[in-house]
């Protein structure tokens, strides 16, 4: 839809970037291979008895201050 941020066009620039890096406590970027490690521990037996979680793969950014 218009404003979406999958638009080209649209989205964060270098310096919204970089802000979000250094608010960061781990002052980085997910990167998709985060992403994809915890997915993969999600499927495996030791977190067969997770249920009804939400696992943020942000770095800390989404941490109360």
Sequence with gaps: ?????????????DKQITD????TPLRRRPEA??????VV????APARMLTGQVVSVSGGFNMPR
Excluded: H, R
């Design 20 to 23: 979000m890096e250094k608010a």
């Design 41 to 44: 521990w999600l499927a495996s």
């Design 1 to 13: 839809g218009e404003g979406s941020l999958w638009q080209a066009d649209v989205g964060f620039g």
């Design 33 to 38: 291979f985060d992403i994809a490690n915890t």
